[in-house]
């Protein structure tokens, strides 16, 4: 499947303006993870990663022809232990998954990709999402802080999580506090969401009649559209 490969080429053009340090996933240490949304209060936070105005956001794109060959972390600007106050935040996450058309793994895999940013519960570090913004903010509590909380740790923890989908082999996470990348990002979630509605949709069964389908706007876009929706009406012959 390539319907979200060039936004991932665009992140991936604009994530190299910056200045990158990568990790790769085996050797990052998960946080520990408390199981549950846990309430961090503003007394005991240390900052917020898309606080005080700044921009957030977060995507998720799948591909099955990813351009990394194992798991791994890429930072963008400064990593926690190095934020002192409130800071612009992009998390966005790639996922390596096996063939659309072949496996219905894969179609999970677009389907539960939603369903992981509200169960990663790394201690001190309480995720807000905006599904009508598509922004994500999170409070980090200083006792994390002060105990070595890092995005290396935060994104094994989603690494795992992700990896628990069938059908995905390989992720990329990537977090960024560089406020000029961010930004130049934002626009890309709103895409993002289009394309992924778009295909729910057509797996859903949704008729082949362009003529008269509200999504048209996205297909004309997005390369590989129509062959997903052909795709799809062949398999459910
Ligand atoms: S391929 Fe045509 S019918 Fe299918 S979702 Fe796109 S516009 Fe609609």
């Known amino acids: 499947m390539n319907i979200y490969d060039k936004i991932i080429k665009e992140t991936m053009l604009e994530v190299g303006k910056g200045d990158v340090r990568r990790i790769g996933g085996a050797s990052a240490r998960p946080w520990p993870d408390s199981g549950s949304s846990e309430l961090v209060m503003q007394r005991e936070a240390a900052f917020e990663l898309g606080g005080s105005g700044k921009p957030s956001v977060n995507y998720t794109c799948v591909t099955t022809d990813p351009d990394f060959s194992e798991d791994e972390i890429l930072i963008v600007g400064r990593d926690l232990p190095a934020v002192r106050s409130d800071t612009a935040f992009a998390r966005i996450a790639i996922l390596g998954t096996e063939e659309l058309g072949e496996d219905e793994a894969a179609h999970d895999a677009i ?127």
């Open 111 to 237: 389907r539960k990709m939603e369903f992981v940013r509200y169960h990663v519960f790394p201690k001190g570090y309480m995720v807000r999402v905006s599904t009508t913004s598509y922004k994500e903010q999170v409070r980090v509590s200083a006792k994390a802080a002060r105990a070595g909380i890092s995005f290396s740790s935060v994104g094994a923890d989603y690494i795992a999580r992700y990896k628990e989908i069938p059908g995905v082999k390989k992720v990329r996470m990537i977090f960024i506090t560089d406020e000029q990348i961010v930004e130049a990002l934002a626009p890309n979630a709103k895409k993002v969401d289009d394309i992924t509605k778009t295909l729910t949709h057509i797996m859903d069964g949704l008729n082949l009649d362009c003529s008269h389908c509200s999504m048209k706007p996205v297909c004309d876009e997005v390369d590989g559209m129509r062959e997903e929706h052909l795709k799809a009406l062949k398999k459910g012959k």
